[in-house]
């Protein structure tokens, strides 16, 4: 062929066409993430506003009936059968994530934002592990009584494990104004918490079933079905529980009955400054409490105030060790003398295995009279990790440099029990009131009054509101007057039907000084607490085992009932609940 000819045969002949250009990296990650979002989005959306209407239900917002909502709210999403148990977990985690880390910002004030996110992620884990164990079960019949139980049983998770817990965050502590508040004179912290996690998953429960009738059976004539039944006298029960219990609990805050009274007053001397630094203002601080012991010391003599028969101090308002050093006990001796009673001192001791290498303290409250010096004791029995001790300082190190700032307290073991002018007084100091079993100890073993010194002056006020609400319920738990002093507040005189009667403000020097009623008698949750709260954990432990027998047999079944009968072979069908189930 000429060369001619080649040249227009090659010419004619059509381009090749241009092959479709890959997409970058990132618009294959954009893409994947909107494929793995937008079938979630709304249910994402839920659980982020579940956990904000789970923290304003808490101090310092105190909408207690938005406890309910947020639980209803996360039940939705949890029930959805698109939803499977690892989404379960995400969307459990999710909304603990945002419930705690606009619950406790409080603890980033000082310490930094690490220490403060981290514990917020630790205890929406626990939130997780409820999501994915709901998931399991919400195919059982009457699935809010187990949802509620696994909700109490992660409650328990996070009160325990690790380092002894953080019971910050239990939704019965938000509920100090709310009316199934009498229900912890029947079983503590848990039982409320179960009531109000029953109430907010049945109303769930009731709506979707409601509007699945109303799309499905109404125009049938179909009665409406049991599932509607069952949650309704779930809440009806909780109700009628909570109204046969307020009357004794209204009659307890109302001050009837033959118990002895005395006078206690509540010494808020405050501190310099708030910080971590406060401690190196200890002269200050003693001086300060010292001094408005005194000032009421000059009420009293004027008329203006009763005699107190004791007097509480807070937590670490004498930081020098009145044992081994003079001047404070002097001081000390001065202003019990003033006031003619002995004080609750709130110090810190050298334990006996002190060295300069381990430098153990205890944080102990002794009873201090003008004439007698010091008498009995209590050490603090659970004590603060990352705090007032630090679990695997060498690691921690690493993350804060506040790590070296934390203490080497050491716990007590004695009775939760001083006696003060002949009176028995449980003493639960700051932390150890947020523990179910410390405040149970110290009635048991006989006290008629409890007494909660404490220090917040490392934190700010929305903490000590949350703290109160702690001493609020435990006032109710065991039908005790409760007195709350705080270095810089909040002060309290709590009656024993959870009413405050009497408070200081925030960060300024104050006393207050109150006629409280000795008590003797035992609640039934003083009595049966831990059993009660076994109790609801292992209806929760066996819902979870029942799930998994009734899925795995759910699952052979299928599989029976996919296998060929003629031992032909069979086509695959797709298992709807399988492609339901999408996270």
Not at 6 to 12: A, H, N, R
Not at 51 to 71: E, I, K, M, N, Q
Not at 137 to 146: A, E, Q, T
Not at 406 to 432: Q, R
Request: hydrophobic share 50%.
């Amino acid at each position: 062929m000429a060369e001619g000819t080649e040249e227009v045969l090659q010419e004619s002949e059509p381009a090749a066409p241009e092959q479709p250009q890959e997409p970058g990296r990132g618009a294959r990650i954009a893409a994947a993430l909107r494929r793995f979002f937008e079938p979630r989005l709304v249910r994402l959306a839920a659980a982020v506003v579940a956990g904000l209407l789970l923290c304003a239900s808490f101090p310092p917002f105190d909408l207690w009936y938005l406890s309910f909502l947020a639980l209803a709210l996360l039940a939705w999403v949890l029930v959805d059968e698109r939803t499977t148990p690892a989404g379960g977990f995400g969307y459990g985690m999710l909304a603990g994530l945002v419930f705690y880390v606009l619950l406790l910002p409080w603890i980033s004030n000082f310490v930094g934002p690490v220490p403060w996110l981290m514990l917020a992620a630790l205890e929406a884990f626990f939130a997780g592990v409820f999501g994915l164990t709901a998931v399991l079960v919400r195919r059982l019949p009457g699935w809010p009584v187990w949802f509620a139980a696994l909700w109490v049983t992660a409650e328990w998770l996070k009160s325990t494990v690790p380092f002894g817990g953080f019971p910050w965050g239990v939704v019965a502590f938000s509920q100090t104004d709310g009316p199934l508040l009498p229900l912890a004179q029947l079983g503590g912290a848990p039982l409320v918490s179960f009531a109000v996690a029953l109430v907010g998953f049945s109303l769930t429960a009731i709506v979707l079933e409601s509007v699945r009738h109303w799309r499905h059976d109404h125009r049938t004539g179909a009665a409406a079905p049991p599932e509607v039944f069952i949650p309704g006298i779930c809440i009806a029960l909780v109700l009628l529980t909570t109204g046969l219990a307020w009357p004794h609990v209204r009659k307890a805050g109302a001050g009837s009955g033959d118990h002895p009274a005395i006078n206690v007053a509540a010494i808020q001397g405050n501190v310099p400054r708030l910080g971590l630094d406060f401690n190196a203002q200890r002269r200050a601080v003693l001086d300060n409490h010292v001094h408005e012991t005194k000032e009421l010391a000059e009420d009293v003599r004027a008329g203006r105030a009763p005699q107190p028969q004791v007097v509480i101090w807070p937590e670490n308002s004498s930081d020098i060790d009145p044992l081994a050093n003079a001047d404070a006990a002097e001081l000390i001796s001065a202003a019990s003398s003033a006031i003619h009673a002995p004080i609750l001192v709130g110090t810190v001791l050298t334990a006996p295995e002190y060295t300069r290498d381990n430098p153990v303290t205890t944080n102990s409250v002794i009873v201090w009279d003008g004439a007698n010096g010091p008498g009995e004791r209590h050490d603090k029995a659970i004590v603060q990790p990352f705090g007032e001790y630090l679990p695997w300082r060498s690691f921690f190190r690493l993350l804060s440099p506040y790590a070296d700032r934390a203490g080497y307290f050491v716990p007590g073991n004695g009775s939760g029990v001083v006696t003060a002018a002949g009176v028995p007084i449980g003493v639960t100091t700051c932390w150890e009131v947020i523990f179910d079993r410390a405040a149970r100890r110290s009635v048991l073993n006989g006290a008629q009054l409890l007494a909660v010194p404490a220090n917040n002056a490392t934190f700010d006020e929305p903490m000590s509101v949350q703290q109160l609400a702690f001493a609020r319920l435990r006032a109710v738990e065991h039908d005790r007057y409760v007195v709350v002093a705080g270095t810089t507040g909040i002060s309290a005189v709590v009656a024993p039907d959870g009413h405050v009667l009497e408070r200081t403000e925030f960060f300024q020097p104050a006393y207050l000084d109150r006629q409280v009623r000795l008590k003797t008698d035992l609640t039934l949750a003083t009595r049966w607490g831990p059993v009660i709260n076994v109790v609801l954990v292992g209806v929760g432990v066996a819902a979870l085992l029942a799930a998994m027998l009734h899925n795995r047999n759910l699952t052979r079944r299928r599989q029976a009932d996919a296998e060929p009968q003629d031992g032909s072979a069979a086509a695959p069908e797709a298992d709807t609940d399988t492609e339901n189930e999408q996270g």
